[in-house]
């Protein structure tokens, strides 16, 4: 059976991979990010597969952006349910240089906009009896250097996700997290040039401490989303499952 996912921050890095995941799991795929146009590669990547995808433009922080972004999916491509809360944003400093702008900008982004999302779609979800969501957390949930704001999101991402397995469970959805540890992408291209590392010489130290000895890329924690969105993984539920190449960052 077909479902109908929604991906958010999809047009690249972890989010377009996920979404080209999902198609190729049989699913059709809205794939969501700030800028419509943005979304074309990972929609022309999913089309050219042979599955169905729909490029979105909306603000997941913004609550009316929101309700005409899921209304829309609901409307072309069909009740939406499967949800990835993806999209983020990193505003790093230590903690005496953080302005609220940064503060609230990541609050807004990573749990006001997975709160906005998710509340949206779980009408469909209800209604079907039947849903998976999967909020992307991290290994800075734990604590990280200079993510005082990261760090406080992604640990919110944990509670926000168990509470979503609580209250969700009897209509037939499952609600989980991902935390990855240090993952090839635009994101983590920016912390290098952040601390003035060539990208290249940040992936090989930050490789060397990671136990399987490698960095990540977009496609491990594809294959961990998938696993959650799956029909067979209806008994697992209010689980964070680090993908980070050992059990810490
Ligand atoms: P990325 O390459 O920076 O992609 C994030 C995407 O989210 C971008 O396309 C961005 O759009 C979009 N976005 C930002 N704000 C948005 C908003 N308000 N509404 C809709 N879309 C928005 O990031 P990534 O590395 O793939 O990370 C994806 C997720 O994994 C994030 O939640 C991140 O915190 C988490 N994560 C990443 C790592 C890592 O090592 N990379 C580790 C742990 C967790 P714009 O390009 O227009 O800004």
Redesign the pocket.
């Known amino acids: 059976m077909t479902r109908i996912a929604i991906v958010?921050?999809a047009?690249?890095?972890?989010?377009a991979a996920t979404a080209q995941r999902l198609a190729a799991d049989g699913n059709a795929v809205a794939v969501?990010?700030?800028?419509e146009s943005?979304c074309a590669d990972t929609v022309a990547a999913i089309t050219d597969a042979g599955a169905r995808a729909l490029a979105v433009g909306?603000?997941?922080?913004d609550a009316a952006s929101v309700e005409r972004a899921v209304a829309r999916v609901a409307e072309e491509l069909g009740a939406p349910t499967i949800l990835v809360n993806?999209?983020?944003?990193i505003r790093d400093n230590l903690l005496f240089k953080m302005t609220e702008e940064d503060w609230d900008a990541v609050m807004s982004?990573?749990l006001r906009?997975a709160f906005l999302m998710t509340r949206a779609v779980q009408e469909h979800q209800v209604k079907e009896g039947w849903g998976r969501i999967v909020n992307?957390s991290?290994?800075?949930a734990l604590g990280n250097r200079g993510q005082a704001n990261y760090a406080a999101a992604?640990a919110g991402m944990q509670g926000f996700t168990k509470t979503l397995a609580l209250e969700l469970g009897r209509y037939g959805v499952t609600a989980n997290a991902i935390?990855?540890?240090?993952?090839v992408?635009?994101?983590?291209r920016a912390t290098a040039e952040r601390l003035g590392v060539s990208f290249d010489d940040f992936i090989a130290a930050r490789a060397a401490e990671v136990p399987v000895q490698r960095a990540?890329y977009?496609d491990d924690i594809a294959a961990a989303a998938s696993f959650f969105c799956s029909e067979e993984a209806g008994f697992v539920s209010g689980q964070v499952l680090y993908v980070a190449g050992g059990p810490r960052a």
């Not at 047009?11 to 989010?15: E, H, S």
């Not at 909306?58 to 922080?61: E, T």
């Not at 993806?86 to 944003?89: D, E, F, V």
């Open positions: 958010t921050g047009a690249r890095g972890i989010g969501l990010d700030l800028e943005a909306a603000d997941v922080s993806n999209a983020g944003i982004v990573h906009g992307l991290s290994t800075s992604k935390a990855p540890g240090f993952i992408t635009d994101m983590t990540g977009p």
